[in-house]
């Protein structure tokens, strides 16, 4: 059993998470802890609150007594808010405190974009148009490629929670670009798990949302690959484990 452990901010896009541990459908177990959210709100000053030391490591514990074989801050805003020197600093002292591998969903989404090889992305971003483009800074600190950028203003991971799959869909289609070679949906608070095919059959392309690619890094700080086609062509590489 592999036990992957996330510190997931509030209460929004979760259920995500059992979601795609059933679409694993193998010996992985997904662990979920909520952190204090603070403000709900798409501002960097609440967003580096939110992803404050002490915020996290309030659900480390848990995790560890849980068995978690790593842990993923599972927040896109939360953590690229601090710049990449920042948001390395955020993983250290959570894997120090944890006493596990750590990462976030920062990282995961470089992780993943360099996984299935695509250097020139397109963004499209729940947030509002100034957090949006600090999302593509820190890409372009990884050597990404942010080819357009599109937010959508929305203020709370309250509101991010209520969107429906055409809506999730609307905002991919108005990001994409001829150039993208992938499209990547940040927003954990956003829910994606089952849309994803629908999203890469409609652009044509790769599409990495933050809750897939969260649950992909654990997966990746855990060193296990697991084929399941219906979580997008991220999880279709190489597997060791095939789910049918």
């Known amino acids: 059993m592999t036990a992957l452990g996330f510190l997931y901010p509030?209460?929004?896009?979760?259920?995500?998470?059992?979601?795609?541990?059933?679409?694993?459908?193998?010996?992985?177990?997904?662990?979920?802890?909520?952190?204090?959210?603070?403000?709900?709100?798409?501002r960097v000053d609440a967003l580096r609150e939110m992803g404050s030391p002490?915020?996290?490591?309030?659900?480390?514990?848990e995790l560890r007594l849980a068995g978690a074989?790593?842990?993923v801050w599972a927040c896109t805003s939360g953590s690229f808010v601090h710049g990449w020197e920042?948001?390395?600093?955020?993983?250290?002292?959570l894997a120090l405190t944890a006493g596990l591998p750590a990462s976030s969903t920062s990282f995961g989404f470089v992780h993943a974009a360099r996984e299935i090889g695509v250097r020139r992305?397109?963004?499209?971003?729940?947030?509002?148009d100034d957090v949006a483009r600090l999302f593509a800074d820190f890409l372009g600190a990884a050597g990404l490629e942010t080819v357009a950028v599109v937010g959508s203003g929305v203020v709370t991971a309250a509101e991010v929670g209520t969107w429906t799959e055409s809506e999730v869909l609307a905002l991919a289609r108005s990001a994409d670009r001829p150039e993208a070679e992938a499209v990547l949906v940040p927003d954990t608070a956003l829910h994606t798990a089952a849309h994803i095919p629908l999203l890469e059959k409609e652009l044509g392309k790769p599409v990495l949302t933050a809750n897939q690619v969260t649950v992909w890094e654990g997966l990746r700080l855990a060193d296990r690959r697991?084929?399941?086609p219906r979580l997008g062509a991220l999880f279709t590489r190489e597997p060791v484990v095939q789910v049918t």
């Not at 979760?14 to 979920?32: A, F, K, M, T």
């Not at 992305?121 to 509002?128: D, H, L």
Request: overall charge negative; glycine content about 12%.
């Open 10 to 42: 509030g209460h929004s896009g979760e259920d995500d998470y059992p979601r795609i541990e059933q679409l694993l459908g193998s010996d992985i177990r997904v662990d979920l802890v909520h952190t204090e959210i603070g403000e709900d709100a798409h």
């Open 226 to 228: 697991v084929n399941a």
């Open 86 to 93: 920042g948001a390395q600093e955020q993983v250290r002292a």
């Open 69 to 71: 074989d790593a842990v």
């Open 54 to 61: 002490q915020r996290l490591e309030a659900g480390t514990a």
């Open 121 to 128: 992305v397109a963004v499209g971003a729940t947030y509002p």
